[in-house]
Each structure stands twice: as C-alpha cells, then as structure tokens.
C-alpha cells in the first residue's frame, strides 16, 4: 500500500536548495530556506484502555527573502514545483512593504558553517515503535501508578510518543546542510482523592532522544504514584520570608526566564533588567549558566544555528558573573558584535535567539542537604506566568512541601513565591549536583536564601 | 502567543471547495472499515499574515498558508486520529485508514447520505482584511507607533503589530451532517518602555476580534488608542511599588478580570474532566459552588467577539450556555464524546487548534453577567485591599481547583480609594472558593477587546473574557512585601 515516506534530510536539502534557487531567480538579493518534515506518534491510555491513537506526518517550507536590505518571510506546507515558484515570487513582492533595514541582512560569507559535527541524534530503534508497542508500555505504566497504593483512585492517563523529524537549511550566504533526530517519551498522571473533596494530581515523565535511554515505564508509574500520593492534605502556610528549595522540575523554569533576559534581542529592545550588566555579578558565585549545542544525543543539540552559523558552547554566566548575551546575526549587529551562533528558525517565522540544551552547572551538594533549613519551602511545581523581564519583578504560584527543622513536614499548595529575579539569583545558597538532563533547559536541585512565600 | 497565517478566496472556490460530498463518503467509509462506531472529516485551509514595525519602520512582512484534513475516527470513548496536508486521494485514505486503526474488528459500513447544514453567522464580515493592500496595515502600524511617542517624553521604545488570519473550515461526520464556516481575526498588539532615571518599565495594549479592518474604526480601536494606552501602562508602572503578600479584599476592575472566570470555573466545567471525575466540579451538578451573585455563561454567539463560532470543530452551532446560575452550577460545555457520556447533547464546545488535533470541550467567551453595584462603591467599600485593573494570564490546577493568574497593572485602595500602582504580582486561589467569596458583583458588565488565547493539552485557541467589577472578600495576593 502507498505509504507516505520517513522524514529524510537529503531530500528536505534538495526542496531547500530548490526554493533558494527560485527565490534568487526572481530577484531576492539573498534568502534562506529551512525546510522541516516529521512524523509523530502519540498513544494515549487511561483507567487501562486506550483514549488516542494519533499517528500522522508533516512537513512544511519557511521562505526568507532580503531584497534591498527589506525583508519578508512566508511559509508552505504546498512542495509542489509551480506552487513554490509562486511563493518566491510573491515573497519577493511583499519585501517591497517592508522598509530597508541593513541590519536584517543576511551573515557574512565567512560567518557560515563549514563542517557540521555529528551529533549522535538519531535512534533507528524509535523508529520500530509501533502502536501496539506503544500501548503496551503505556498499559504498563499506567498500571504501574493504579496498583501502587488503593488512595490512587483516578488517572489523567498516561501518554507515550515518539517524533521523527528532518530539518534543512539553505542560505544564500553560503550555506546548505541538514540533520535528523529522535525523540521518546513517556508520562504517567495519576489522581488522588483527598479528604475535603479536592483531587491531587502529580506526574513523572522521561523523554530522550534514544529508546535504550529512556526509563522503565513501571518505575516511571510508581514515582507518578509516590509524588502523586504526597501531595494528600496540602494546605497553605502563613505568609512569611523563608529559604526555598527549587526542585530540577521547578527550578527549570526559572533558569528559562533567566535564559530569556540573557538574550540579545531582549537586551537590544530594552526589554531586560540585564541590559548593560555583562561583567557585572548578577547570580551567586555558586552559578555558572552554559548553553552547549554540541551534546551527543542531547535534546536540545544542534549542528547548526537557524542563520547557517556554527553552533558552539556559550558560558553565559561564570561562577555569577554575566559573561555574554545569546545573540542572532540581527541582534548581535544591534549589539554592535558578532553572534553567538544562537539563532533558532522556524518555519512560520524568521531567525530569533533561543538557546539549545541551557545548563545550571551541578554543584557538589547533596540535594537532602538543601533541604536542612530551619524552616523552608521545597518547591515541586511552579505555576502561572508573573514574570517581568523588563523590571524582574518575579511572582508565581507554587506547590511543594513545608520544611522544618530540616524535614518535609506536610504538602503545600495555594501560595506564591516572589522575589526581585536579581535577588533570587544573587540568593542562591545551595546547588546540587543532581542535574536533571531530560529536557533541554537543565537545573540541579537549588537553595534561594529568601523569598516572600505568600499564603494565609 | 498568537499564532497567525492567513488569506483566502470566497468560501467555495478555495482549495475546500474542490472537496465534495462524494469524496468525503469515500473517506468515511474507509475510516469506518475496521469497525469504528463514528467518524468525522475536518478540512481547513488558513492564510495569514504579519507585519511588525519597530524603530519607526516596518520590519518585516511575513505570510503563509495552511492546507490539509484531520480524520477522527471513534470507537467507544476511544479515538483514532490522523492528518495530511496533501489533499491526494492517496495521502487522504492513508490518513482515513491510519486514524480507523483505533478500531479492531472488520466491519462494512453502509453507504452515508450528507447533507449540507446552514450555521449562523455571529460574524458577518464584508471584506477579510488580507484582501486590503499591505500598505493600509503598514499605515495603521506607523499611526500606533506615532501615538505612542508622543504621549509622552520616557517613551524610549516602541513595537507594533498586527496580524490579521482568514481560516476555512468544513467538517463532515458519519452521521451525515456537513458544515462550513469561515473564521477571519484581525488583531493589532502595541508594547512601549518607558525610562525614567535608571527605572524601565514596559506596557502592553492590544485587540483582536473576527471582523476585518472595520476593526480599527470601532470606538476605542484605532491605533492611536492602543498606541498611547501602551504609552500610559508603561509610565504609570515605572515607579510601581512593591506589592503586599497575604490574604486581602480585592476589587477586579472590569473586563480584563474575566480571566477569573476563565481559570476559576471555566476550565472545571469543560465536561471531558468531568466525564472522567478528575475535576473538582465532577458531580456538582445542580449544587451551590459560588456566591448567589454569580451567574456564569459562555457564549459563542457574541457579534464578532474574539471568541465567537458559528460552527464548532465538530460541526455543531455555537451556542450560548449557562454554566452557573444564581451560584448554582447548571451546565458543563461538552464535546461530542462527553455529551454522549452524560446523555445530553453537543453544546457548540468542541473545538481544536487546527486538523493536525483532535476536538475537545473548550471555552469561547467566558463571562461574569452583571450584577446590581455601582462600581465606585465596590471601590469605597474596601478598606485597605488590591484593586486588579490589567492582566498577562492565568492558569488553573484542574484536579484541585487551584488557579493564578498574573496582574500587570493594579493599585493599592486604601480607605476606599486607589492609591501606590503596584508592581506586577500573582493573585493566587481557589476556584470554588473565591466563587463564594465574592460579595459585590457591579452593575458595568465588559467584554475585555483583548488577544486572549486559551492553551489545553498542548492546543491553542482563541478565547474572549468579561465581566463587570467585582469584590472578592479575600484571597491571597502573591506579592513581595510581607506583613
């Protein structure tokens, strides 16, 4: 039976060279493709029976054209030879309602990558994983959680999923390349009752980009349980100022915000607190923040960046210190210097910063030894937006568990924690060495010496 | 957050217009060859565009298209999905066969009379804005940019866009139905900094509805409005003091605060958590979960609000339903699945991000009705509390009712009156019981204009808000000045 074919980076290339070739025919003085093609499976099951089976491919064509230093950007799901030629066409013609901008343009010639390294993203064991596979191990893991304690009443489910994709690029600066990568992952939610009427939910996941890599789905569903079943009787606490402890799952998003505010474009549209701090100490000596594009098998690993340029390891904070911003082409001419090779491009969009596998540097701490505070916070979940880069103004709920004298005393949930982000990062006391490397943004366990937790 | 693409011709001579009855029988009966008990079809074709202009020139212009069909097949409660941007009769029975793999069994489906159903038309739109030249948009940019400048002299920075998506759909089930709609959104964002002695502060204004550029002629729309309202949050929050921690009377101001409902009661009562008893308002029906003084509804009739369908993603009109009445809770938004589950019918609440995703029970408008107070003496009533006037967004925790969302402009009220702007801070609480705890409800209803975008199971969709000032006898303020 006619089946639609596996992503495959030579032929998302050739599509990518196509296109730049139309573009450059009808008038672009210069322009980039990137050309990206996935396939993904996600199987959902819940109370032991499966609720989705969702099996599908996808690929899509983002066009960038620079035509008198004006700039226009479009994309297509349509490959076909005269559909594309339109587009550059029509691409060309709408840069005219831009206006010049010499900064847009694209990188110089000697900007460009050379030689791509091979990054080791690419498992043809996910590939094998098949919907009966699938189903089985979510089967199995969700199980797992239901079986563990007779408290565990209800399941949100559990969803396993792979993604299969193929990305290229093309520039006319001097630049064609391409790669493929891997993804597995698997998450376990199941549902308490509590004893006012309220449901607990907690969760566990894993998620690399090599099926050998990933945990067993039992363990993943018994920890989903053990968090789950902690959680019965949180309540709040009276509003104070206390140490708090991020967990690798919380802290995540902080050092997110903070990878935000670093970023060149950020600093360039006076949008960042961070803005003329390089060389100034904006964390505790304790932090060193690195974005490392170069990890083997990493999630968020890249041979290249969104503009052609060579990817290449950036210390963005050493030992508290603001070392550099992470910039794109545009932002880092804005800047007044060179990129950091830290460009991501969509397809829907053009060229903008965004890190790659953005690290906390593990401390040597134990993470139980964060936790010997008189009285504090371990914070498990955080919640809501409430962060002001401009400013750093920084407030967000927070589920967790209440510490005294060095001990968990009971689950919390229902309060905020705030703090300037300059305070909060200049606070930090304690790092752990348990680096979490399951996402892309990876944090240790970490101690804030101060922060107003607001509740009763 | 908002996504956008863009342009389309009349609503048959597209690339949907070319897909009719019979070969949407085709793929329904290869969908429902492997013993599925329902399946539906959902064509969409979407075009876009975006422009943004920053440092007083148009940056970059952007535009796309979005082509393709999701193919849902059902089989119990189960569901089997699949989707194809490439509308070949090759890649659409893949797409067919792919999503009935849900089902295990062989069966012969008979033959499916469709038949086309009329849907209202909540907004009527005489020309989409993508079909109005590029230069009117950059025009309207340039104005907004302007206005802000000139409000005032700490403005130091200034980003206005606008994007504008024209979205096609057509759903065909197995049960016969057929239906089209068009769904055009125009939608204009500004963000200004101010600077004043070493303090930067920002500020965002911004719109969106389904009309086209009759947009910006409405009162309050045009640029210049938004312009110098982004001017104005910017400045009046530069020298913001720090916000109070701990329980407090609060006063949301109306409109905007309508994320209240959104996040307090919205998403709890969407009737897929509640088929699975997994939200806090599972077998409430007909029980009191909020004050007397609240009647909730979410409406997806309103003329050319953000949130508005005519049709949902599943291919039933869009309703207005009650959901809280007089503080007891009367009504969940369902889905297909769900209503099926809880014996009722599909409330016109089944919508998706678009045909790679599967349909599930969503807000549209989500509203606080009027109540009987003067707001100036809700205002006047509160001793010392917080009064919340804009907002950034929200999230709730579904199983036990715990909700935030973000203030980006609010001031303390001491002694009845609004005093200190307040630095942006989190308000945190509980959905049931900040309901009961409301105890004055104002007389000004308001539908917020702004761009809201609701997220669920990783699927976006766009949403409108409102409500008139309410009081809010306590809940807890997440800011950094304890005590």
Known sequence: ?456 | MIESSLVAPALTSGPLGQIDAAIAEKLLATALSSGGDYADLYFEHRSGADYVFEEGRVRTVGRGVVLGLGVRVLRGDATGYAYTEELSDARMQEAARTAGQIAASVATPGPVAIQTLSVPDFYPVLQSSLDVPGADKVALLRRADQAARAFDPRIVRVEASLSEEWREVMVVSSDGRLTRDRQPMVRLGVHAVAEDGGKRQGGRSGAASRRGMEQFQRAGQSPEDHGREAARLAVAMLHAHEAPAGPMEVVLGPGESGILLHEAVGHGLEADFNRKKTSNYTDQLGKRVASELCTVVDDGTLTSARGSINVDDEGFAGRRNVLIEDGILVGYMQDRISARHFGTVPSGNGRRESFRHEPLPRMTNTLLAAGQDAPEDIVRSVKRGVYAKRFSGGQVNISNGDFVFSLTESYLIEDGKLTAPLRDVNLIGNGPEVLRKVTMVGSDFQLSDGTWTCGKDGQSVPVGIGTPTVKIAEITVGGTRAG
């Open chain 1, 1 to 456: 039976m006619d089946k639609r074919p596996q992503p495959d980076p030579q032929t998302c290339q050739r599509f990518a060279e196509e296109m730049l070739a139309y573009a450059l025919r009808a008038g672009a003085d210069g322009a980039e493709v990137v050309v990206r093609d996935g396939t993904e499976l996600e199987v959902k099951v819940r109370l032991g029976e499966p609720e989705l089976v969702k099996e599908a491919g996808s690929r899509a064509l983002g066009l960038r054209v620079i035509k008198d230093h004006r700039a226009a950007v479009t994309y297509t799901s349509d490959f076909g030879a005269a559909a594309l030629q339109d587009l550059a066409r029509q691409t060309v013609e709408l840069a005219g309602l831009a206006e010049p901008e010499p900064t847009g343009d694209l990188p110089g010639r000697e900007e460009m990558a050379r030689e791509l390294p091979d990054l080791d993203l690419w498992d043809d064991a996910v590939l094998e994983i098949d919907v009966a596979e699938a189903i089985r191990r979510a089967k199995r893991g969700e199980a797992a959680a239901l079986k563990f304690d007779p408290r565990v009443t209800n399941s949100e489910g559990a969803i396993f999923g792979r993604v299969v994709g193929a990305s290229a690029f093309a520039s006319s600066a001097g630049f064609v390349g391409s790669y493929r990568g891997t993804n597995v992952s698997f998450v376990v939610e199941p549902v308490c009752d509590d004893a006012d009427g309220k449901k607990r939910n907690g969760y566990h996941w894993t998620s690399a980009r090599f099926r050998s890599a990933l945990l067993d789905e039992e363990e993943v569903g018994l920890e989903a349980a053990r968090r789950t079943l902690a959680k019965l009787g949180s309540r709040k606490v009276t509003t104070c100022e206390v140490p708090v402890i991020f967990s690798p799952d919380a802290g995540r998003g902080i050092l997110g915000q903070l990878a935000g505010v670093s970023s060149g474009g950020a600093v360039w549209r006076k949008s960042s607190y961070l803005a003329q701090r390089e060389g100034t100490a904006v964390a505790s000596p304790l932090v060193t923040v690195v974005d490392d594009p170069l990890i083997r098998r990493g999630p968020g690993s890249r041979p290249f960046d969104g503009e052609g340029l060579p990817t290449r390891v950036n210390i963005v904070v050493a030992e508290g210190v603001l070392r550099t911003f992470l910039c794109d082409v545009f932002s880092a001419r804005k800047l007044g210097r060179k990129s950091t090779g830290s460009a991501s491009r969509g397809v829907g969009g053009g060229p903008h910063v965004s890190t790659s596998n953005l690290i906390l540097r593990p401390g040597t701490t134990d993470p139980r030894d964060l936790e010997k505070v008189d009285r504090g916070l371990y914070v498990t979940d955080l919640m809501g937006f409430g962060f002001n880069g401009v400013t750093g103004d920084y407030s967000q709920g927070a589920n967790g568990f209440w510490i005294e004298g060095g001990e968990r005393i009971f689950p919390v949930s229902e309060v905020t924690i705030s703090a300037n982000f300059d305070d909060l990062w200049k606070g930090i006391d304690g790092l752990g060495r348990d680096l979490d490397t399951r996402s892309s943004t990876q944090c240790p366990s970490f101690r804030v010496a101060k922060m107003t937790v607001a509740g009763t």
